[in-house]
């Protein structure tokens, strides 16, 4: 099992910046990928970035491309998202999920975190 526990989220302007983490402890060792989705009212949850535990090798939604970028910390175990020029179309829960090498999926998922970009 990988738990996962997000951290960070807030209410900015539209421009700003904003920071968030999460953490994963348990079989860390066996994290392939891990990525943050977000989950805006009223629509379906998407895919925002990932990161390959093992060698950094990072993807991202094309909306989110130049604005925000995903990085590790292999020896504390976390992952962040630094958001950059956010957008009211930012606004969503953010949620950290983690992916096992013998998984096609992700399994696991931390709580979440509000983010809100004001106008």
């Known amino acids: 099992q990988v738990q996962l526990v997000e951290s960070g989220g807030g209410l900015v302007q539209a421009g700003d910046s904003l920071r968030i983490s999460c953490a994963a402890s348990g079989r860390t060792f066996s994290i392939y990928f891990m990525a943050w989705f977000r989950q805006a009212p009223e629509k379906e949850r998407e895919f925002v970035a990932r990161i390959r535990w093992n060698n950094g090798a990072t993807m991202y939604r094309d909306s989110v491309k130049g604005r925000f970028t995903i990085s590790k910390d292999n020896a504390k175990n976390t992952v962040n998202l630094q958001m950059n020029s956010l957008k009211p179309e930012d606004t969503a829960v953010y949620y950290c999920?983690?992916?096992?090498?013998?998984?096609?999926?992700?399994?696991?998922w931390g709580q979440g975190t509000q983010v809100t970009v004001s106008s």
């Open positions: 999920a983690a992916q096992s090498m013998d998984e096609t999926v992700y399994k696991y």
